[in-house]
C-alpha cells in the first residue's frame, strides 16, 4: 500500500470510529448516522483521486457559525440538551473538516474532532460496547498519528534538501511504500500500550463523582409496590415483565435471598399503606443499627448472619433502597438517605440513571427462647397496636379458620408455621385471578377462589396472624432465582417481584415467613423463543457477567474501590516481598553447601561467556567491515562524478552535503548541458538512498549509473560565441 493511500485511509477510518461510538449510544437519528458514513466514504474516494472540493474561505466560516447556531437551537429548543447537541456540533464540525483537508493543520483539527467526538460518546454511553470502540479509535488514531508524522518529516526533508518548487504531493510521499509486517505490527503495539495505558490512569487518578455531563439512563423502569401506599392486585402485570432491574452480588455467595423495599403495616381492604413516616436522615457509611448479636438472657446468645450485598440498579420509578434483612450499614457514592420507624430505606431524590451501593445486613435467627413462648408481644419501638389491626368484613369466619388451622399448636412460632403451612397446601398459585364483584379479595382467596400469587398469600397470612393477635407485617421486594455463576451474583427481574410476612419476636426482632407455594412454571418459559432462549443462556450469562463487571469496576468505579485495590496490591507486594526473601535465603544456603564447587563453576561460566562475546563481537565486527566495505564499492560513482565536475570548476566543499552542492551549482550545470544537470541530480538521489536509506541498487540502475557517468565523461559542452 502506497503512503499516501495509507495515510488517507487512517484518517477516515479514525473519522469513521468516533461516528461508530457515537452511532452505538442510540442519540444519533438513523438517517443522520447512514448520511456520517456516507460523507466518510465519499471524502476518502475523493482525496485519494486527487479531486478536492473547492470552496472559498467565507463560504467555510458561514458553514461554520451555522453549524454553531444549529448547536445553540438543537440546546435550547430540540434536544434540550447540552452532551447531545455538542455530539451533533462535532459531527457537522467533522463534515465540514473532510471537505477541507489541504493544509496539515486541517489534519490536526480533524485529529482534533474525532477526539472530541469519542469523549462524548464516552459520556453518552455506559454500555461495555463502548470499550471496544474506544480500543478501535485508539488502534486507527495511533496509525493515523504516526503517518502524519512520518508525513510531515519528509515533506520537511524535501524542502530543505531543494526538491523543485510547485509540487503539491512530493514524488516520496506517492511512492514510498510503509504499510509492511514490521510496521502493522509497531502500529498495533502502540495502540494497545496506549489502550493499556488509559486503563491504568483510569484506575489510578482518584474518583471525584459521577460527573455533571453523565447522561440520564433513558426512560425509568416502572415497578410497584414501594411507595408509601400500594393497591391490592397490582403486583400480577409487574410478574409477567422479564425487565432486568438490578443485579446482586453477595458475599458469602449463593444463598437464597429476599430483597426487601418497602414493609407495610395497614391493610384497609383494598390496599396497604405504611402510616410509620416519621424518617431519620443517615450519612453513606454511617452505621444505622448496632446490635450484631441476638441475645437471650439466661442462655447464650445466639449470632445472628450478617451478609454483604453490593447491588447496581438500573433506574427505577421508585426513591426506595433495597437491602436484605435489617440493614446496618450502606456505603454510596451519594451522601445521604432516610430509613423511616418500620427500618425502609430511601434515597431523598431520584438520580435518573444507575445506582451502585453495598449494605450489610443482620439476618436475625430465631432464638431458642422464642421459639418456645406462648403469648405474642408487641414491639417496644413504633407500630404498636398497627401491627394487630385489620379490616375483614367477616372477621369471625377469619378468626374460626385461624383457631381451626392452629388448634394444635402450643406456642407463637408453631402457630406461625402452621398458618404458613396450611396456605402453601390448602390454596394453589395462579397470576390467573378474576376480581370478584361480591367479596372482596382477600375474602374471595381466603373462602372461594382459594387460588392466587404471593401477594395473596402474604396478606392473607398477616390478616390470619393478626385475628389471633400475633404482630405481622407485609413486606414487598424480590425473591431472585437466577444466579449468574460466571459473574457470581442474582440477575433481578420484575418477574421476581415478590410480598412476604415478617413476623414479630420479643427477643430475635422481625423474622420472615413466606406462604407462598412455588410457581408451577415461569412466565418467560411458555414461548418457543424462550426455549431457544433457555438454550443460549450460557452465553447470555457470560455476556451479562462482563457488562457486570463494566457496570461496577468501570460505571461505578469509586475512590473507595481504588483504596481496596490499593491495599489489595500492598498484600500482595508483601506476600510477594516475603516469598522472594525466603526463595533468596534457601538460594544462598544451597549455595553454600556447594561452595567447594562454586569457584569451578563460576570460572566455567565465566570462560564460556567470555568466549561468547568474544564471538559475537567478531562476527558483529566482521559483518560491519562487509557491509562498509560493500557500501563502499556501491557508491563510488559518487567521487567519480565529483571529479567529472572538477573538471567544469565545480568543486564540492567538504562543509556541503550532496544536496547542497547539487542545490548550488544548478545554474551552473544547467549552462555546461542538460545532460549533466540531469544526471547530477539522478546520481545524487541514488547516492541518497543507498547511503542513507539503506537501498541495494538494482542491475538496471548499475546500468544506468555507468551510462551516465560515460556519458558525462565524453561530453563535450558546445562552444559559445561571446
Not at 460518546?121 to 504516526?146: C, K
Not at 401506599?229 to 444463598?255: H, I
Request: net charge positive.
Amino acid at each position: 500500500m502506497k503512503f499516501r493511500t495509507s495515510f488517507l485511509l487512517s484518517v477516515h477510518l479514525m473519522a469513521l470510529a468516533s461516528v461508530q461510538a457515537l452511532i452505538q449510544t442510540n442519540e444519533l437519528p438513523v438517517v443522520f448516522s447512514v448520511f456520517m458514513v456516507l460523507v466518510i466514504l465519499f471524502s476518502f474516494v475523493l482525496n485519494l483521486r486527487y479531486k478536492t472540493l473547492y470552496f472559498p474561505k467565507i463560504v467555510i466560516n458561514s458553514a461554520i457559525l451555522s453549524a454553531f447556531i444549529l448547536f445553540v437551537i438543537d440546546g435550547v429548543m430540540v434536544s434540550k440538551n447540552l452532551l447531545l447537541a455538542s455530539a451533533h456540533f462535532l459531527n457537522l464540525l467533522l463534515v465540514i473538516k473532510l471537505f477541507t483537508l489541504k493544509r496539515s493543520k486541517d489534519y490536526i483539527q480533524l485529529f482534533l474532532v474525532s477526539f472530541l467526538q469519542i469523549l462524548a460518546a464516552s459520556a453518552l454511553n455506559s454500555h461495555l460496547s463502548f470499550a471496544f470502540s474506544l480500543l478501535s479509535y485508539l488502534m486507527v488514531a495511533t496509525w493515523g498519528m504516526i503517518l502524519y508524522q512520518m508525513k510531515a518529516e519528509i515533506e520537511e526533508r524535501n524542502r530543505l534538501y531543494g526538491f523543485r518548487q510547485g509540487v503539491m504531493v512530493p514524488e516520496t510521499f506517492e511512492s514510498e511504500e510503509v504499510i509492511t509486517l514490521p510496521f502493522f505490527l509497531t502500529t498495533v503495539g502502540v495502540g494497545l500500550f496506549s489502550f493499556c495505558f488509559t486503563v491504568l490512569i483510569f484506575f489510578i487518578i482518584p474518583r471525584v463523582g459521577t460527573g455533571f455531563l453523565q447522561k440520564k439512563e433513558g426512560e425509568e423502569i416502572r415497578t410497584t409496590g414501594f411507595s408509601e401506599r400500594v393497591d391490592f392486585g397490582k403486583m400480577a402485570p409487574v410478574k409477567l415483565d422479564p425487565t432486568v432491574v438490578m443485579r446482586v452480588l453477595l458475599s458469602p455467595a449463593g444463598r437464597k435471598i429476599y430483597i426487601k423495599g418497602a414493609s407495610f403495616n395497614v391493610y384497609d381492604g383494598t390496599a396497604w399503606r405504611n402510616t410509620l413516616l416519621m424518617k431519620r436522615s443517615f450519612s453513606a457509611g454511617e452505621a444505622i443499627f448496632q446490635e450484631p448479636v441476638v441475645r437471650v438472657s439466661g442462655e447464650e446468645p445466639v449470632p445472628a448472619t450478617e451478609i454483604f450485598q453490593e447491588y447496581i440498579i438500573e433506574p427505577m420509578d421508585t426513591l426506595a433502597l433495597f437491602a436484605v434483612a435489617q440493614p446496618l450499614r450502606l456505603e454510596a457514592p451519594f451522601n445521604h438517605f432516610t430509613v423511616d420507624e418500620m427500618g425502609n430505606l430511601s434515597l431523598q431524590f431520584s438520580f435518573g440513571f444507575k445506582l451502585s451501593y453495598r449494605v450489610s445486613s443482620l439476618i436475625s435467627v430465631l432464638s431458642a427462647g422464642d421459639k418456645r413462648i406462648k403469648k405474642p408481644e408487641l414491639p417496644k419501638k413504633g407500630g404498636g397496636l398497627t401491627y394487630l389491626e385489620f379490616t375483614f368484613s367477616e372477621k369471625e369466619r377469619l378468626i374460626q379458620l385461624a383457631r381451626s388451622v392452629t388448634n394444635s399448636s402450643q406456642t407463637v412460632f408453631e402457630t406461625v408455621q402452621s398458618i404458613e403451612r396450611y396456605l402453601k397446601e390448602n390454596y394453589a398459585y395462579s397470576l390467573n385471578v378474576t376480581p370478584s364483584k361480591n367479596h372482596a379479595p382477600i375474602e374471595d382467596f381466603l373462602f372461594y377462589q382459594k387460588k392466587g400469587y404471593c401477594e395473596h398469600f402474604a396478606t392473607a397470612m398477616v390478616l390470619m396472624l393478626r385475628s389471633l393477635g400475633i404482630p405481622s407485617r407485609l413486606a414487598t421486594g424480590f425473591f431472585p432465582e437466577e444466579w449468574n455463576p460466571y459473574g457470581n451474583y442474582y440477575t433481578v427481574r420484575q418477574s421476581d417481584a415478590h410480598a412476604w410476612v415478617e413476623v414479630y419476636f420479643p427477643q430475635s426482632g422481625w423474622i420472615t415467613f413466606d406462604p407462598t407455594p412455588s410457581a408451577p412454571f415461569k412466565p418467560m418459559a411458555a414461548s418457543f423463543s424462550a426455549q431457544i432462549k433457555k438454550n443460549l443462556l450460557p452465553l447470555e450469562q457470560f455476556m451479562d457477567a462482563l457488562k457486570m463487571k463494566w457496570d461496577r469496576y468501570v460505571i461505578h468505579y469509586s475512590m473507595k474501590d481504588q483504596l481496596e485495590m490499593a491495599g489489595e496490591v500492598q498484600k500482595k507486594g508483601t506476600l510477594t516481598g516475603e516469598f522472594l526473601k525466603n526463595e533468596t535465603e534457601a538460594f544462598v544456603k544451597g549455595l553454600a553447601r556447594f561452595k567447594k564447587h562454586a569457584k569451578l563453576t563460576f570460572g566455567f561460566f565465566s570462560v564460556a561467556l567470555l568466549i561468547g562475546i568474544t564471538l559475537k563481537l567478531f562476527l558483529f565486527l566482521r559483518k560491519r567491515f562487509n557491509h562498509r566495505a560493500d557500501q563502499k564499492e556501491m557508491i563510488s560513482f559518487y567521487p567519480g562524478l565529483l571529479r567529472i565536475l572538477s573538471r567544469h570548476r565545480l568543486h564540492k566543499s567538504p562543509y556541503q552535503t550532496p544536496y547542497e552542492f547539487l542545490r548550488e551549482s544548478s545554474d551552473t550545470l544547467c549552462r555546461i548541458g542538460n545532460p549533466f544537470f540531469h544526471g547530477a541530480e539522478w546520481l545524487t538521489h541514488l547516492y541518497y538512498r543507498i547511503s542513507f536509506g539503506g537501498a541495494t541498487p538494482s542491475e538496471e540502475e548499475k546500468t544506468k549509473t555507468k551510462e551516465i557517468l560515460q556519458n558525462l565523461r565524453e561530453y563535450v559542452p558546445p562552444s559559445h560565441s561571446t
